[in-house]
């Protein structure tokens, strides 16, 4: 780490620093896109880490939502008939695989392949 970086990083907030660090794991995680970068209509791979999960019906059906981060933005996981995934849960680490479309103006990935990560330390 050059100097510059070294005082860039003294000088960044904590949510900037967590950005970094989840952009630095999302690049390791091999055939994976940034966020940021997700073509609309297109199949794609990322990989972050899960900030929330919500319990949302659909129309009359269950609907589980994860929002999942790598430090360049947020994905939205929507799992139709599902009320529960066992290991998504908030703080996990996963990789996320489906069809990128737009709902509300926001990246969502409709019942996506997944591959739970191990969390730090594991």
């Known amino acids: 780490m050059t100097i510059a970086e070294r005082l860039k990083h003294l000088a960044a907030g904590q949510a900037e620093i967590e950005a970094d660090e989840e952009r630095a794991d999302a690049v390791r995680a091999k055939g994976c896109t940034p ?12 990989s972050g880490v899960v900030r ?44 996320a695989e489906g069809l990128v479309c737009l709902v509300d103006g926001r990246r969502t990935v409709f019942n996506p392949g997944y591959e739970l990560r191990p969390r730090p330390g594991e």
């Open 35 to 46: 966020v940021d970068q997700l073509p609309v209509r297109a199949r794609a791979r990322v």
């Open 52 to 95: 929330s999960v919500t319990f949302r019906p659909r129309e009359g059906v269950p609907a589980l939502e994860a929002e999942l981060y790598d430090g360049s933005g947020t994905l939205v996981l929507v799992w139709l008939g599902r009320r529960e995934i066992a290991g998504i849960v908030p703080g996990r680490r996963l990789k």
